[in-house]
């Protein structure tokens, strides 16, 4: 049975180019990055270069550019280490998307914790997020906003300068979640520009799990969430995981070679795309595709359950997901759907196919094939 890989978004392989460059710092240079003998003075200027590389490909300062374990933890800095060094100050709103990724709408409970009014902003039909509606919150009163890029689920394109701008303009900072996007599509303008904050994640960009980034605007300064040693200019202690960010670093520079990558996942999505519409009883929940990633396809066949679709896809050889939370064994409606205005039944519906850069138009053909013959079997 012909397998094929349709959750590039929830995960990609790594290169095996990425594995070649980690697996020195896995071997002979073990060095730590914060000892002064040759080995760590090796894994230092390891981590100077993968410093560099990140920040080429930002178009930002090297010194803005702060590693990780995730982009999970990218984004938990970001705010937490955002709320506690203002806290108690007059700008006491946080506003955040309805439809972000779980690791920012579950620091929720901590920022009001800490004293902070904490509002969602609500998202379009198509899960994207307008540059009116943030405008329409903003205030004096707001400290921090954060609004995606591109959603994780749905892949819908948000203004992220647009908004990031109109932060700048009403006095708050801004973070914004690039998990998906980075390498993918180019920001317009270097995110000093626009952004405070930039979380990013290595191994959806064909990098090794267990590394990320947070771009930081030079200037702001979030108070640490793991303290200890000092590392990263004193705002991630911990000592860093060298072989991750030297395959981090080593997976961003192929993807910045390969100006061909995302022409490869559309056409892909497009096949996918397109064998679904000619089978029909699907419905896409954002049909506008020049606003949604290009490996990204999210689908619906009123009254089936998602979570039956992707036993069955599994078992058809096509690995597929919902996008959404995974508990006891079931899927949750999605959270995004929900803030979309989809009823708790259509939201337990959401199939999310992402392609990527080895996927062929074969393979979305195959995998509508499968999904269409899946569903017309139940």
Not at 279 to 303: I, M, N, Q
Request: proline share 4%.
């Amino acid at each position: 049975m012909r397998r094929i890989y349709a959750d590039h978004a929830a995960t990609t392989p790594t290169d095996p180019r990425v594995v070649e460059a980690m697996l020195p710092f896995l071997r002979e240079q073990f060095g730590n990055p914060s000892s002064l003998h040759e080995w760590g003075r090796k894994a230092r200027m390891a981590l100077d270069e993968a410093r560099d590389t990140l920040s080429e490909a930002l178009r930002c300062l090297p010194g803005e550019v702060l590693f990780t374990s995730s982009g999970t933890e990218a984004a938990n800095l970001a705010l937490v280490g955002t709320a506690l060094a203002h806290r108690g100050g007059a700008r006491n709103r946080i506003l955040l998307s309805s439809v972000e990724h779980h690791c920012v709408l579950e620091c929720r409970s901590l920022l009001e914790s800490f004293g902070y009014s904490v509002e969602l902003i609500p998202c379009e039909r198509d899960t994207s997020v307008s540059l009116h509606a943030v405008r329409e919150m903003l205030d004096e009163r707001t400290l921090l906003v954060s609004v995606m890029h591109a959603n994780n689920e749905t892949g819908a394109i948000n203004d992220a300068e647009g908004i990031g701008e109109a932060c700048r303009a009403a006095g708050a900072l801004y973070h914004c979640d690039a998990v998906q996007t980075f390498t993918l599509l180019q920001f317009r303008l270097p995110p000093a520009e626009w952004a405070d904050f930039v979380s990013l994640s290595a191994h959806k960009v064909y990098g090794p799990k267990g590394a990320g980034a947070l771009f930081v605007r030079a200037g702001v300064k979030p108070s640490p969430i793991l303290v200890g040693g000092g590392q990263e200019r004193e705002m991630r202690a911990g000592t860093e995981n060298v072989a991750g960010i030297v395959g981090f670093a080593e997976a961003v520079r192929l993807a910045m070679q390969d100006e061909d990558r995302a022409v490869r996942m559309r056409a892909a999505r497009d096949a996918f795309v397109g064998a679904m519409e000619r089978a029909g009883g699907a419905v896409f929940t954002t049909p506008d595709w020049s606003r949604v990633l290009p490996g990204h396809a999210h689908v619906r066949f009123p009254g089936r359950r998602a979570d039956a679709a992707l036993i069955n896809l599994d078992q058809r050889g096509i690995a597929a997901s919902s996008g959404a939370a995974c508990s006891s064994g079931s899927i949750e409606p999605s959270h995004v759907l929900l803030a979309a205005g989809l009823s708790e039944a259509e939201a337990q519906e959401g199939l999310r196919l992402s392609f990527g850069k080895d996927s062929t138009e074969a393979d979305g053909v195959s995998a509508a094939e499968e999904l269409a013959a899946s569903v017309a079997a139940r």
